[in-house]
């Protein structure tokens, strides 16, 4: 069987599964502790990558977020009070 361009680019990263292995359960014959454990150990490996930000950069975006969401309640409660007069106009007509 011709393999497509997906599989074929699939078969050079490593630690992905071609379509063809898909069917096959590859994943299903390894026990759940070491696949647990593998879990584990790969988490760590990103979590050592991962950069955190400083207290500055956290309390900075942490008021952007706070007035974003201030601005968006103000212009939502407006449109509510707005389209809430204008149907009530229009129910009392």
């Given at each position: 069987m ?9 078969e050079?990263l490593p ?7 898909e ?7 390894i ?11 790969e ?36 449109v ?8 009530q106009?229009?129910?009392?007509f």
């Amino acid at each position: 069987m011709a393999k497509t361009m997906k599989d074929r680019l699939l078969e050079r990263l490593p630690g992905t599964r071609t379509a063809t292995d898909e069917g096959r359960g590859a994943a299903a014959r390894i026990p759940l502790v070491p696949r647990v454990a593998g879990y584990y150990q790969e988490w760590i490996t990103e979590m050592k990558k991962v950069t955190w930000p400083g207290r500055k950069e956290t309390l900075s975006t942490t008021a952007v977020v706070i007035v974003v969401v201030l601005i968006i309640v103000a212009f939502l409660g407006l449109v509510d009070f707005a389209l809430g007069r204008i149907t009530q106009s229009i129910l009392s007509f």
